[in-house]
């Protein structure tokens, strides 16, 4: 009986063991079931459960959480966590939480490294610059450190980071104060000579106000960065805009020597793209020259020198039409 009882628990723990192996029996991973996170994709695997979706994201320095789609098999890293949705097709978890769960030493670890890694990203997106191992991203390697090291070193270490990323903040803020303070003047300055042209340019961006300018210059600089009103390009832009005004002699734009400059402009691009070789006066490409006779011209004549470009680029893709039928 002894023998056959050996052999029955023998034969469970084998079958225990070979069901392991072939992926039946498949242990619970440190997640929440029915449960998906959606947004903060940065990458897509295939895996076959959620535990392996887990041990991915675990080590995968970027991974923040995951989510495991069951009908598709596709594990989606985070680079956040995005908030939790019940859902029946999934299966979501957050990094570090099957450590967290067994409390201790390693949910401390857990901690330390998420917040490890969060400073090293802030470094990264602010272009702080700091380098050295603290500075990594990688939550394994964070999590090990913690565990080899006492508490008070762990805690010098997210203080000494956490005194840089401030010192970062301060001299970026310093930067954004002068750059600012430049910036600002030269848009009070474009303000002015919009009001004293009377060029009739008009938001918010076209005030005299200096402390205004800077106001919005920084709030806009550090929410939208390139994007903002405050970058060169713009300046440049807001500047041709300006100089077109005052070669014009100030004013309101005239509408129809608007319509006439975009017109001929149009014409002589035809005229380059049939290859019709017309080279006077009257075909150019440049705004102004067209704005500027268009304002000494009077509507007739406008309506004429239109009409004998447009006649003059008629022929021109007639005579092209012949060349192709008789090639030459």
């Known amino acids: 009986m002894r023998i056959q009882y050996g052999c029955f628990r023998g034969g469970v723990l084998g079958g225990l063991v070979s069901l392991l192996t072939m992926g039946f029996l498949v242990i619970p991973a440190s997640g929440q079931t029915n449960t998906a996170r ?11 459960n959620a535990r392996q979706c887990d041990r991915t994201c675990e080590q995968d320095g970027r991974c923040r959480s995951w989510t495991f789609i069951r009908r598709t098999k596709q594990c989606r890293l985070k680079y956040m966590v995005p908030r939790s949705v019940a859902s029946n097709c999934c299966v979501s978890g957050v990094k570090g939480d099957g450590v967290r769960a067994g409390g201790g030493k390693r949910a401390r670890c857990a901690n330390y490294a998420e917040q490890a890694v969060e400073q090293g990203n802030r470094n990264l997106a602010e272009r702080c610059g700091f380098r050295g191992q603290q500075w990594h991203v990688n939550f394994n ?17 997210l203080r000494v980071r956490t005194r ?92 129809a020597c608007d319509d006439f400059s975009k017109a001929a402009i149009n014409h ?32 007739p004549e406008r309506s004429q020198r239109l009409a004998v470009m447009n006649n003059q680029i008629k022929r021109c893709k007639k005579r092209r039409g012949w060349k192709k039928i008789f090639k030459f």
């Not at 903060?40 to 695997?45: K, L, Q, T």
């Not at 450190?145 to 070193?153: G, N, W």
Request: proline fraction near 1%.
């Open 141 to 157: 390697r964070h999590f090990d450190y913690c565990m080899d090291v006492r508490r008070l070193e762990r805690q010098r270490q």
């Open 268 to 299: 002589y691009a035809r005229s380059v793209r049939y290859r019709c070789g017309l080279s006077s006066d009257v075909w150019n490409d440049n705004y102004d020259l067209q704005y500027d006779w268009c304002r000494s011209a009077r509507p």
């Open 164 to 255: 840089k990323l401030k010192q970062c903040d301060q001299q970026q803020q310093a930067r954004r104060r002068v750059r600012c303070g430049h910036l600002a003047r030269l848009a009070v300055q474009q303000s002015r000579t919009n009001i004293n042209n009377r060029c009739g340019f008009s938001g918010r961006y076209w005030n005299t106000s200096l402390n205004r300018q800077i106001e919005m210059c920084q709030d806009e600089l550090s929410a939208r960065g390139r994007r903002s009103l405050y970058n060169l390009s713009k300046f440049e832009k807001r500047e041709d805009r300006l100089r077109r005004c005052m070669m014009r002699g100030g004013g309101v734009r005239d509408n």
């Open 38 to 48: 959606w947004g903060g994709d940065y990458s897509y695997i295939t895996t076959n």
